[in-house]
């Protein structure tokens, strides 16, 4: 077989997975396991597990906001400029140029303001390299590309959240990007929205996730997406260009401790058939569209 042949075969192999999963049919061969995703985990769960509830178990339809269509034109031509990108016409251009040509790659729409940073962004992050004889590490070697993993959580793994039994779990997930540098792995996210301190942890942990799906990922998988088990993750890092914020730093053990204790709570919610609201009155009213439906905002007496 060749190496598509290969993945997808690997792929066959894994189990079947679902949101919607009952964790008393774990022993019945017939029926999937548990769902995890970045987005479900860290994004949804993490912020408020009854939200995770109606938005991933009861699949309630939520209101398409700006943001999320902002987040969607942004990423894709992102996406777009890693695969537009030629190196060899950017090594022989000028410093301008080389500004030029990235912003020719960027597409003009209501987000051109956002775009033309990232141009500046991307030029100088090229003209750096090219001056280190970097250019081999320029572009991803991941571009939006999906991993997918079966890893087994343990029932005293997490000392916070006990469970009934080992189970494993199925992740899958979209890795914006990951960069090689001295033959180590980079994860690399982008976001759209704005910055402030406090989302660090949070984004630590989305990296986590990364750093998780890549050092369980099968071999096929990894070498679908020209990686191999040698690789190590040794940094990670995330982009906001309308904050004009850059991070990248050494990997955290204790945001992978993070992420486990929290896939572990997950689980210990299906077990318990008990998802939680966590409500801020002002917070939710603005972002959550369960608002009128989550029994925490019924029954807040300002409601």
């Not at 970045?38 to 408020?48: A, E, G, P, R, T």
């Not at 398409?64 to 695969?83: I, P, W």
């Not at 942890?201 to 799906?213: C, D, G, H, P, T």
């Not at 088990?229 to 990670?236: A, P």
Request: charged share 30%; with cysteine.
């Amino acid at each position: 077989m060749n190496k598509d042949e290969k993945y997808e075969a690997r792929i066959n192999s894994m189990k079947e997975f679902t949101y919607d999963w009952e964790p008393d049919n774990y022993d019945d061969p017939s029926k999937p396991i548990l769902k995890i995703s970045k987005s479900s985990i860290v994004n949804s769960f993490c912020w408020c597990p009854k939200k995770y509830e109606f938005s991933y178990i009861q699949r309630l339809p939520q209101d398409q906001s700006e943001a999320m269509r902002k987040g969607t034109v942004l990423h894709n031509s992102r996406e777009d400029f890693f695969n537009e990108f030629d190196i060899k016409k950017a090594e022989k251009m000028n410093n301008s140029e080389v500004l030029e040509y990235c912003t020719s790659l960027m597409p003009v729409d209501d987000y051109f303001d956002i775009s033309l940073t990232v141009a500046a962004f991307e030029a100088q992050r090229f003209i750096e390299a090219r001056s280190e004889e970097r250019v081999d590490e320029y572009l991803p070697v991941i571009n939006e590309k999906k991993f997918d993993c079966e890893i087994t959580i343990p029932q005293n793994g997490s000392k916070k959240y006990p469970l009934q039994r080992d189970y494993v779990v199925r992740l899958q997930g979209i890795i914006d990007r990951v960069f090689i540098e001295n033959g180590k792995l980079i994860p690399f996210e982008y976001k759209t929205g704005g910055w402030k301190e406090t989302k660090a942890s949070s984004m630590r942990q989305e990296m986590a996730f990364y750093q998780l799906m890549i050092e369980n990922a099968p071999v096929e998988v990894l070498e679908q997406h020209g990686l191999n088990s040698d690789m190590e993750v040794s940094h990670w890092g995330w982009y906001y260009p309308a904050a004009n914020h850059v991070t990248v730093e050494p990997v955290k053990k204790r945001s992978m401790t993070a992420l486990m204790d929290n896939i572990a709570k997950l689980i210990s919610a299906y077990e318990q058939k008990e998802f939680k609201a966590k409500f801020w009155r002002q917070t939710c009213s603005e972002y959550c569209s369960y608002y009128g439906i989550c029994p925490a905002a019924q029954d807040d007496s300002w409601m």
